[in-house]
Each structure stands twice: as C-alpha cells, then as structure tokens.
C-alpha cells in the first residue's frame, strides 16, 4: 500500500510540478508541427475557403457574410476554449491529461471541415464552421497547456517561437494546398482535413504525457468549476493585465487582417495591376513575406528574450514595431509598399508571439489549473474574432474605408502593447 501511494505521489509531483528536465528537438518540432496543422485548419477557412463562400452564397454582401460566420465561430470558441482546457486538466488517462485532447480534436475537426466543404447554404456553412471551432479549440486548449506542463522557464521563449511561427506558417501551408493543390472549394477542405490529422500523430505518439493519478484529480462539484472561470483581477493582478495585453493585440491584428483578401482584391486592384494572377496569389505572397519576417522575428526576439530573462520589454518594442506596420498601411495603397509593411508585421508579430507566450506562462496562478488557465488566456485571442468583424465590417463600408481600418489597427495596437508595464513579476 505505501508504495503505491509513493509511486502515486510522484505522478502526482510529476504531472503538476515545475518543469525542469530541458526539452529536446524531438518535443520541439513535433509539437510545432502539430500547431501548425492546427493554424492551418483555422486560417485557410478563415483566409480563402470562407471567404470564396461568402462570394458564391452572398455575393452582393460578402464582406458582411463572411463576418457573420466567422464572429458566431468566434463566439463559440470564446466559451469552448477554457472549458476544453478546465475538463483536460482533470483528465485521467494512461495517455496523459492532454493526449485525448489533441487527438481527438483533429480527428473531429477533420469531419467537420470535410462536411465544411459540401455546404450549399449560410445555415450550413455557419452550423459546421461552429463544430470545428469547437473541435479545433479542445485541441488548442490542450496544446497550449503542454508549454508550462513540460518546459522549463529558461526554454519557453524559444519553445513560444516555435510555436508562435506555426501561426503565421498555416496561413502559408493553408494557402498553397487550397490555391496550388486545392481544385474547388471542397477538395481545399479535404486537403486541409488532412493535413490536420497529419501533423497531429507525430506528437502524439513521439512525445510522452505524465498521467495524473485519480487521487489528485478533486472531486466533482459544478459550482467550484464554474467558479474556477472567474480569475480575480484584485487576486492575480498581473494575470489580467497579461490577458488585457494579448486582447488589445489580437484585436488589432484581426481588425487589420479579416479583409487582407478583400483589400488585395478592391483597395489594391492587385488582378488590374498584375492581369493573369489572381487576388489569391497575391495574398499568398504576401502571407510568405509576412511569415519570412515572423520566422526571424520569434527566433530572435525569443533568444534574446531567454537569454536576458526579460519579457516586457520585448513585448513593448514588437507592439511599436506592429504599430508602424500598421500605419504604413494607411498610407495610398501600393504593391511595394504593401510587400514591406508584411515584412515589418512579421518582424514585430513574430517577436510578440514568441515573447508573451512565455510571459503568460510565468502569470498563471496555479499548476492544477494551466489548462482552464490558458483557455482563458486564449479567450484574449478568440473575443477579438467576435468583436473585430463588426468594426471591421462598420469601417470599411460607412467609417473611411481601408484607411481609417488600419488606424484602428495601429491605435490598438499600440495601447495593447503599453499596457504590459502594469505587470510587476515579471521583468
């Protein structure tokens, strides 16, 4: 008896203890390929597949469309996020508290994309775009709690780089497998289905999760549970001003990114400037300079972020450099320009994503709870998905047009980024 209480009591320390075995290639690049089939089955909808929906099913108001789908999508995910990531927590399984989560999100997302692709109709693009999100959420949800799970405060910058590049990557490899691959907007989804599922089972079979033995596990009652959702910002003040930072910041970037197609396609006239090639080449280009520019941005900005033990810093610099961005934009739309302010935002977004992931990872009030935790950290990063349509819809049809979209863009931004000064324990 006392030995296997032992040997549950280590479980125990192992599954919720700080982690301090340093992780290896095989955790690094397993786990970025897994996020990057995951942002590819978020952003090549989001990007291409609904948006040349929206032009088939609405074509006289597409804008507003695809806004709809995409913020009621949004929605869902705001709620499933944390709870996908509270119900992992108490997961207990031979496989881990977060295994079940990936796994079973891709293969659920992958049915819902594939059914995605044979809707006729807004009700059923809309229906089956929720169910994805929630799919897609519960493997997110697991995903990020595998950060402060398994890797030591002294690598999550670099390992937040890795991860933080799969963002802008999926946008990449979404693209090129609906544009090049892709033949019709079904088969793109198809593709992509299976693309996710692909990049899925090298981490889950590679990487090892530590079970969390059912006698830590606390025992059932629905009104702490829905308690545990309300993180107070008087008890854990540098948890809220963290979430408040990454809101602002993701609200920005999605304001200024929902329409990159549309403003290829009416604020640029990229097809009258370039006959032959397609608004969708041009966002493809784009979306490589920007990723060229992430890649250098997160692997820089995390090192150096690592090897000085500071975060904010950081955090302010890639949100003035974003910010710049930004502002490039509103200037009279043109293709070089539009080429550089990508490189620029990359840089800036790239340096963002790697840094205040591990920023957020040294905020979060208790190891039982990472997963619920950064559900709600990533509720900072889908709200603005519901919010950014509405503005960007308002701004670009009756507030100013492109222009006064990316002022919106760069005044957010910019706050989004100061507001990461309030944050006392974390340098």
Not at 74 to 93: E, H, K, M, Q, Y
Request: glycine share 10%.
């Amino acid at each position: 008896m006392d030995s296997a209480r032992a040997v549950d009591d280590h479980a125990a320390s192992a599954a919720l203890a700080e982690p301090v075995v340093p992780v290896r290639a095989r955790f690094y690049g397993s786990m970025a390929l897994s996020n990057l089939g995951l942002w590819t089955a978020f952003f090549a909808p989001i990007q291409i597949l609904l948006a040349q929906q929206m032009e088939v099913l609405a074509p006289g108001d597409k804008e507003s469309a695809l806004g709809w789908v995409t913020g009621i999508g949004a929605l869902v995910s705001l709620f499933s996020n944390p709870l996908f990531g509270a119900w992992s927590d108490r997961t207990v399984s031979r496989f881990g508290r977060r295994h079940p989560w990936n796994l079973g999100g891709a293969l659920v997302g992958a049915v819902a994309l594939v059914m995605l692709g044979r809707q006729s109709t807004l009700v059923g693009v809309t229906c089956w775009w929720c169910v994805a999100q929630l799919a897609l959420n519960a493997m997110l949800a697991a995903l990020t709690a595998e950060v402060p799970d398994q890797v030591p405060v002294a690598q999550r910058a670099v390992c937040s780089a890795w991860v933080g590049v799969t963002q802008p990557l999926g946008v990449v490899v979404g693209a090129l497998l609906v544009t090049t691959f892709g033949h019709g907007i079904a088969q793109g989804y198809g593709l992509v289905a299976v693309a996710l599922v692909a990049c899925t089972l090298p981490f889950v079979l590679l990487v090892r999760n530590t079970p969390l033995p059912r006698s830590e596990r606390p025992p059932w009652d629905s009104g702490a549970f829905l308690r545990g959702f309300w993180i107070s910002p008087r008890l854990h003040p540098d948890f809220a001003w963290a979430w408040a930072t990454r809101f602002l910041i993701n609200l920005g970037n999605a304001i200024g990114t929902l329409y990159m197609l549309y403003f290829l396609r009416d604020g640029l006239h990229y097809e009258r400037l370039f006959p032959g090639k397609t608004s969708e080449d041009g966002l493809l280009i784009v979306v490589a300079i920007y990723t060229a520019g992430v890649l250098v941005g997160a692997f820089g900005g995390g090192m150096l972020s690592d090897r000085s033990g500071r975060r904010k810093a950081h955090v302010i610099a890639s949100s003035v450099v974003m910010t710049i961005a930004a502002v490039m934009l509103m200037l009279p739309p043109n293709w070089p320009l539009l080429m550089a302010a990508a490189t620029v935002l990359g840089l800036g977004y790239g340096a963002y994503a790697a840094v205040d992931q591990a920023l957020i990872t040294q905020v979060l009030p208790q190891a039982a709870d990472r997963g619920k935790d950064l559900g709600i950290i990533n509720i900072a990063n889908s709200a603005p998905q519901v919010v950014a349509p509405a503005i960007a819809a308002i701004l670009v049809t009756r507030g100013g047009g492109y222009a006064v979209l990316y002022l919106a863009t760069a005044v957010v931004t910019w706050l989004g980024g100061m507001l990461v000064r309030k944050i006392r324990s974390v340098q």
